[in-house]
């Protein structure tokens, strides 16, 4: 059974940094592409950010580029999103994702990111 547990989450102030982990079970992670995604509320589904499964390949939303950094380790199977100058539009519970064609089939509970003063 595919599991995404993520965590990190929480309340920051505007211009504060975060780092989201997600831990992958149930899959060879290292197989496949892995992905953020975010739902702010009232919207939907946003894809934030890319991977490849070596890691080599990175890609960000226009929202997000210059501020966002996605990485993983795949011997310890997890993937992370490291979050800088965050901005109130930030907001909205962040998923990690694993894709079956353009679909994000299987994501985690989610975390909430709150950005308010």
């Known amino acids: 059974e595919v599991q995404l547990v993520e965590s990190g989450g929480g309340l920051v102030q505007p211009g504060g940094s975060l780092r989201l982990s997600c831990v992958a079970s149930?899959?060879?992670?290292?197989?496949?592409?892995m992905y953020w995604v975010r739902q702010a509320p009232g919207k939907g589904l946003e894809l934030v950010a890319s991977i490849g499964n070596g890691a080599t390949y990175t890609e960000y939303s226009d929202s997000v580029k210059g501020r966002f950094t996605i990485s993983r380790d795949n011997a310890k199977s997890t993937l992370f999103l490291q979050m800088n100058s965050l901005k109130p539009e930030d907001t909205a519970v962040y998923y990690c994702?694993?894709?079956?064609?353009?679909?994000?089939?299987?994501r985690g509970q989610g975390t909430q990111v709150t950005v308010s003063s």
């Open positions: 994702a694993r894709r079956i064609g353009l679909e994000y089939k299987y």
């Open positions: 149930g899959f060879t992670f290292s197989s496949y592409y």
